[in-house]
């Protein structure tokens, strides 16, 4: 599993060795230097290696942003399959988190785990693309009911 490092951390007018940026990144020193080997820039390539610390904040950035992949209309995200996908026969349920957001979840045609999408509800129809979205209903309270069967084990018989 690919580990996420903090390159925020880095200040970019700092020339930072392979350890200290291992150090600093909390990574492990063959890491940076494989980095080095697949086109990090480096300031001298004479011992101690120098990188920058701006070209390495670019070059972690960039790398970042190439393995991202956005979900597009009608998609929901996979987290075993690590990838969108459009969920089994094209169904989707809508689970509120607040009054504005909520939850989109299928299952995956892959795998046959939950995907989800955390959607606005605003944008629903944006996102939703070709999908069968089913909202819930509300939930019947104790207190709007009809018949007072809910208190009839309290009531003792004469």
Avoid at 41 to 55: D, N, Y
Avoid at 91 to 107: C, E, I, Q, R, W
Avoid at 141 to 156: G, V, Y
Wanted: charged residues 25%.
């Amino acid at each position: 599993m690919a580990r996420r490092f903090n390159y925020r951390r880095l200040k970019i007018h700092f020339s930072y060795t392979i350890d200290e940026a291992a150090r600093v990144l909390g990574a492990h020193k063959h890491t940076v230097r494989s980095w080095v080997e697949a086109g990090l820039p480096v300031v001298c390539r004479q011992r101690p290696i120098l990188i920058s610390g701006g070209a390495l904040r670019d070059f972690m950035s960039a790398r970042r942003a190439r393995s991202k992949t956005s979900c597009g209309p009608g998609q929901l995200y996979c987290l075993s399959c690590r990838s969108p996908k459009t969920p089994a026969e094209l169904m989707a349920d809508y689970t509120p988190l607040t009054a504005k957001t909520g939850n989109l979840t299928g299952l995956c045609p892959d795998c046959d785990r939950f995907i989800h999408r955390v959607v606005s509800l605003a944008k629903i129809e944006l996102v939703r693309g070709k999908l069968e979205v089913e909202f819930p209903q509300g939930l019947e309270r104790i207190r709007q009911t009809a018949s007072s069967r809910s208190h009839c084990d309290l009531k003792k018989k004469a």
